[in-house]
């Protein structure tokens, strides 16, 4: 039998950008401000992984294959930004002079751009409380400027692809992985453990305007 909660249909959907050293955050707890939001992306479209992986079959005399061969693993993700702002122009013109106004306007210069810029990427779906994310473990790259769409009936969108580059060392990483409940950060959930006005009492027992070492009297 399958398991239908290992399937889900997504209601929501964002892509996040941070600098390379940026800390991942871990089950389920909000991305923090060094994150930025690419913005509205084409549901439709969606978000499309290709693996590459080259391979080569080695035959001997006679035409019997022998053995093959598989290596160059790599690792690719397109999406469709909605959206003209900072975050997409960091990605398709990094080094731009562009400055946003945040109400739709925006000034500048679109320079030639940095094609070697870094990042790192996160990838999030979402149903109710229920999320799933793929964060690049290590960093990432524009790896094509595809197609720029304006026209009189569609919504102008772009697409995006970027090359997943894995960890160094014996067990090389491309992804930080997580399905499950969203969840507050560790601040918010201390907060609510200890209840709003109670803090320092760590024992619970003393109730509002109460003192220890006192009956009352």
Known sequence: MGNASNASVWAYAD???????????EGGRPFGPEWEQVGLLDGEEGFTETVEVESEDLYAWGGVLVASTHNNFKVTRKFLPFEDNKTVYDL????HGVDFSGDGGYEGEI???DLQARFKIAFETRTGDLVK?????????VAERGESTE??????KREITVAIYPTE???????????GQVRPD?????????????PGDEDGENGPGEEDG????
């Open 169 to 179: 060392g014996d067990e090389p990483t491309l992804f930080y992985t997580y399905k």
């Open 151 to 156: 026209n009189a009936t569609e919504l102008a």
């Open 111 to 113: 320079r030639v751009p």
């Open 15 to 25: 892509v996040f950008i941070a600098p390379v050293d940026a800390v991942i955050p």
């Open 92 to 95: 398709m013109y990094p080094g």
């Open 133 to 141: 994310r793929t964060v690049s473990a290590n960093y990432a790259q």
């Open 186 to 198: 560790d601040g918010e959930e201390e907060e609510e453990e200890n209840g709003p006005g109670d």
């Open 214 to 217: 006192g009956d009352g009297e």
